[in-house]
């Protein structure tokens, strides 16, 4: 069964709309988790969010299925060991603060669902971005 071009066009629309709304729904819990706790010391963790797609803008352009592979160049690893510090250090800044006594429970449970949101999020659109339209029916 093949849909109309318009129907995939809409479709993909919805799509990039649930994507928007995913990524707006991780910048609310990081804001809730600073504001609600009236804490700014987990703002921290947005560094990390900042400095993570940089390496791939840098290093890689436009290729990104060479990130996905095992071989490649110097700077290839050099963007893998830079993706990994990040997103490494998104998980250990609030848990560091939180062993440290600065933030509470809620706060690091605010913070660590806003990395799950921001990273399903980051995940659909590389697979929004991998596949074409005429690959599949949606």
Not at 47 to 71: A, E, Q, W
Not at 99 to 125: C, K, R, Y
């Amino acid at each position: 069964m093949a849909l109309s071009r318009s129907m995939r066009t809409c479709l993909h629309s919805g799509r990039l709309a649930l994507l928007a709304i995913l990524v707006s729904g991780g910048i609310v819990l990081q804001i809730l988790a600073c504001a609600l706790y009236n804490n700014w010391w987990p703002m921290l963790t947005v560094l990390m969010y900042l400095i993570l797609p940089m390496p791939l803008l840098f290093f890689l352009g436009s290729d990104t299925s060479s990130i996905m592979s095992n071989g490649g160049d110097g700077w290839v690893n050099f963007t893998k060991f830079l993706t990994g510090a990040s997103i490494v250090g998104s998980i250990a800044i609030p848990s560091i603060l939180k062993h440290a006594g600065v933030i509470g429970w809620g706060a690091l449970t605010m913070e660590l669902s806003s990395f799950v949101v921001f990273g399903v999020a980051i995940l659909w659109f590389l697979q929004m971005n991998g596949e074409d339209e005429y690959s599949s029916v949606f």
